[in-house]
């Protein structure tokens, strides 16, 4: 039994490090964030959006900021229907609620990467700093995905 248990914890560690080596996934304080990826862009693209979903084990906290060396500036975006149209518009901050998540995804909120600095393709990584009212900083590895791979990872419905 203590055999087995050894091996599973074995196991546990084996993910736990290739997880981090595909390090869409870090932590910082109670915040886990996880499922980080960016939209690849076509040529003269100025702009592309980044989604990841962040997850609070502790007491509520905000997303109050991100950067990235390829960007000039990210700022944090919500999406809005008004009628037919859809409508962005800048963020100050993103609530997490305590024992809580909340997902930027397509559709809704989102990382907007402004001035980018090269063209995002898929299969690059990209590094994003997000910026916590109360855990702090952390760097996360956003894979670049293209917009089809993107586009599948939500629908899950088969055709
Ligand atoms: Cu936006």
Do not use: W
């Not at 595909?22 to 040529?43: D, H, L, M, R, W």
């Not at 991100?66 to 944090?76: I, M, Y």
């Not at 402004?114 to 855990?135: E, H, R, V």
């Amino acid at each position: 039994m203590k055999n087995l248990l050894n091996v599973l914890f074995g196991i546990l560690v084996a993910v736990g490090c290739c997880t981090n080596i595909f390090a869409q996934e870090a932590k910082v304080g109670s915040i886990n964030i996880s499922g980080a990826y960016a939209v690849a862009t076509v040529p003269g693209q100025p702009v592309a959006e980044g989604f990841v979903k962040l997850m609070d084990m502790g007491p509520a906290d905000q997303l109050v900021g991100a950067s990235s060396p390829v960007a000039t500036e990210v700022q944090l975006h919500t999406m809005s229907m008004d009628g037919n149209t859809m409508h962005m518009s800048q963020l100050k901050a993103v609530d997490i609620p305590a024992n809580g998540s909340v997902e930027l995804k397509k559709g809704g909120m989102h990382l907007m990467l402004m001035g980018l600095k090269t063209p995002l393709k898929a299969g690059d990584t990209i590094s994003i700093k997000l910026k916590f009212a109360k855990a702090g900083e952390v760097e996360v590895k956003f894979p670049v995905k293209s917009m089809g791979d993107a586009r599948s990872d939500h629908s899950s419905m088969k055709m």
